[in-house]
């Protein structure tokens, strides 16, 4: 298979040189059909296509330009292979559209908060009446505290906070129609797309939601409550593992691998593009450095038989070996 990708990244290069050259192309053509093996790796070669062909027209013939530190340069040969599918593909527009999606809707976000943790970086927040919060990646959070109340609203990610008691001043953390209120406590609170998660390391919190499903209940250490499209499941895990994420740990039990890889996102230059997709519900258990999230996605996928490729800093690829 190594060959046929050497190969189908080589004509991926030749055919972005030369595209009206007909001779070319008719050899591509009998390579392609030669061997089933051929066609696996060019789809896999051109999976990035459709993120390419979503950057600007003025990008797509940029040849050489530099990005962040990374020099797009002639003479393929002389670099590494995954660098030079990149530049082949068109490196600079792929950087410059990848860019822009991972900013363009964190730019939002930031108007709307009062702290932001950017990519890759946890932010520590202290607040005026004592309390800590502890930002993950690509989480913010708007505060609004005064003499009578302390309120504080996740706007985008997870957050874990160790919550200074007040009784006079009950601390809520406003997720949408869900509130958490502190009644004392250290607990950890995730906004997903379609879910909410709330996690109690220390303490007790009291959880209620307005909309629907319209419910209030409390969570002592150890317990957690999830609501993922209008349902509510519940569990325990061991309260020390609890906001692991700050230690920079990602525990994993019996996660599906879509999962983790939503969880490394954050902690990710780029995105990760999976052309396999059976691999996608694959259950994981195991403990992960997030300071190293590409090699975490390694080490997820080698025992399912997954392959990461970097296609480039911006673009992880896995594909079955």
């Not at 822009?100 to 927040?125: C, H, M, N, S």
Request: charged residues 20%.
């Amino acid at each position: 298979m190594d060959d046929a990708e050497d190969a189908a990244i080589g004509w991926a290069l030749f055919l972005n040189e030369e595209p009206d050259n007909k001779e070319l192309r008719a050899e591509f053509e009998h390579w392609l059909h030669e061997n089933p093996l051929n066609a696996q790796a060019w789809r896999q070669v051109t999976a990035v296509s459709d993120i390419i062909q979503s950057a600007p027209i003025e990008r797509r013939s940029v040849r050489k330009q530099s990005i962040m530190g990374w020099q797009l340069v002639q003479g393929w040969r002389s670099v590494p292979r995954a660098w030079r599918l990149a530049s082949g593909l068109g490196g600079a527009a792929l950087a410059c559209c990848l860019a822009l999606l991972l900013a363009v809707p964190d730019l939002k976000v930031r108007f709307q908060a009062d702290q932001y943790a950017p990519l890759g970086e946890t932010r520590i927040v202290q607040l005026a009446d004592g309390s800590e919060v502890v930002l993950a990646p690509r989480s913010a959070i708007a505060i609004h505290m005064t003499d009578a109340e302390r309120h504080v609203e996740l706007v985008q990610g997870e957050a874990f906070f160790t919550v200074h008691h007040d009784a006079a001043r009950l601390f809520t953390v406003q997720i949408g129609a869900v509130s958490v209120k502190d009644i004392g406590t250290a607990f950890d609170v995730q906004k997903a797309e379609h879910q909410i998660t709330v996690r109690v390391r220390e303490g007790a919190v009291h959880l209620a939601s307005s909309a629907h499903p319209v419910f209030d209940r409390d969570l002592h250490a150890g317990e957690w409550s999830s609501i993922v499209d209008g349902d509510i499941q519940a569990g325990f895990l061991p309260p020390e593992t609890i906001g692991a994420w700050k230690d920079g740990l990602l525990i994993a039990r019996d996660e599906s691998v879509a999962d983790l890889i939503k969880t490394l996102a954050p902690w990710m230059r780029g995105q990760t593009v999976l052309l396999h997709h059976a691999l996608l519900k694959e259950r994981v258990t195991g403990v992960y450095d997030l300071h190293q999230p590409d090699e975490a996605l390694r080490l997820i996928m080698r025992p399912l038989g997954g392959k990461v490729v970097a296609v480039s800093p911006w673009v992880h690829l896995v594909i079955a070996r």
